[in-house]
């Protein structure tokens, strides 16, 4: 007798690099796992059948760097994340400077169903005791965030740089215990920009990075920002085998309006947001910025985060007493364009994958940009998997996610191709998002092996992930 099906996802255009699959198909999936992908499916053989003609039927999109908790979240609006990345298609998410226990409540509170995985924030005197810490204490800080539920740890160069010395114990610590590492670039003795791309690969040495959203340092602010992408390109070539890289396709960023006692702005990201306008690096810049409705700053509203400007967007800023999340359209669209379609001469993206770093930043626009670049002819769509699933997939180790081989994970996205947006999407074979509307809650979490106590007296469905399976870590030992 033929094995019956929990749910056929009927008549979609099916695009799965791994499999060299770009062709109108049926997906069938039994117990939350891929079981077939086929011409046709028998409706005889489907407990429940969803139409989906017309529609592009990918694995799931996987974030390898977006928003869902962090240690400047002491209000908790990070968790609005979870329905804000699975209203726009996200299926998994790397939670790219969390904090593991706010991310676990967070989840229960307001997860969407998502997988999802964090990596603790290093903040000096708030997760660590000091600044510029060293390998010892580094060691320490690893270990007891991989306990905790974290995959690895993030380096904030743009807001809370280290020394180069201290940013190459963090990196090696991490590396040691396989433990997940990414750097928004910037050091002591740089900056969020080229010139901190720049210090990477000396600091990594023979090390594993990931160096987080490459867009970031191509905004145009040491050369002409094509000029930036190309050197960027040669950067990441020089430890290609070292390193895994995203970028966004958002033109807004995010950052954070604090300004000292003497009224200048502490952090190098929104320094940089003012000089790239002319701006003054100071109170009375920022609040002109925000007058002039250059930048925004983000505030709740029904439940998710949105961006307001001009006056009601100072008030925000000075209601936080300068503290408060803003947001700049500083990515350049060519920049953007360049870092997303430039490939090797081997036929592999020079980046690997398209992010959000959104989540609980409003630039959850990964999938209907990169499907933008489809319609402009930049990307097939074989390439926007590529992009969106299946090398983020390699990069985790999640070798049973990004494809739609037999057995695995019933994890799809399924877009409509007039919009370019999500429609529904599905982890193990059950909807969390269909129309718009987000109908999952909770979400599993990805921790190692170190964090399965932890994991498991969460009450949170959890999975153990290896990241010696990881792109990051391929070759490693
Ligand atoms: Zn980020």
Known sequence: MPQRFNLVLRGGHVVDPANGTDARMDVGLRLGKIALVA??????????????????????????????????????????????????????????????????????????????????????????????????????????????????????????????????????????????????????????????????????????????????????????????????????????????????????????????????????????????????????????????????????RGGRIVIVTGEEAVRIWEEKSTDASLSFPVNPATSAFSLTTAKYDDGEFRVDAVSTDGGSLPRNVAIERTMALVDFGALSLLEAATKLTYTPSRMLGLLNKGHFSEGADGDITVINRETGKATLSLVNGEPIMINGRVVGNGGTWLVKSEAEKTAASSGLPYQVIDLEQSKLYAGWR
């Open 39 to 300: 011409e046709r499916i028998d409706d005889e053989l489907a407990d429940d059948i969803i139409d989906v003609i017309g529609k592009i039927v990918m694995p799931g999109h996987i974030d390898t760097h977006a928003h869902l908790s962090g240690p400047f979240d002491q209000s908790g609006t990070r968790a609005y994340g979870h329905v804000m990345l699975a209203k726009s298609g996200t299926t998994t998410a790397l939670d790219l400077a969390g904090e593991p226990g706010a991310l676990a409540e967070g989840m229960k509170r307001k997860g969407a169903g998502m997988n999802v995985a964090t990596i603790l924030g290093l903040v000096p005197h708030t997760t660590i005791k000091e600044d510029d810490p060293g390998i010892g204490t580094m060691r320490d800080v690893v270990s007891d965030a991989l306990e905790r539920g974290s995959i690895g740890v993030k380096l904030l160069g743009g807001y809370h740089p280290f020394t180069p010395e201290s940013t190459s114990q963090v990196i090696a610590a991490a590396n040691e215990q396989l433990a997940w590492v990414a750097f928004h670039v910037g050091s002591k003795d740089s900056g969020s920009d080229l010139i901190g791309l720049r210090e990477v690969p000396e600091i990594t040495g023979n090390g594993r990075l990931h160096v987080a959203h490459i867009n970031s340092y191509c905004r145009g602010l040491v050369m002409d920002n094509l000029e930036e992408c190309n050197e960027a390109f040669e950067i990441i070539e020089s430890k290609r085998s070292q390193f895994v890289t995203e970028a966004y396709l958002a033109q807004v960023n995010g950052t954070n309006g604090k300004c000292d006692e003497d009224g200048n702005l502490v952090y190098n990201v929104a320094q940089n947001c003012m000089r790239a306008r002319g701006y003054a690096t100071t109170d009375a810049g920022m609040r002109q910025a925000l007058l002039d409705g250059y930048g925004g700053a983000l505030t709740e």
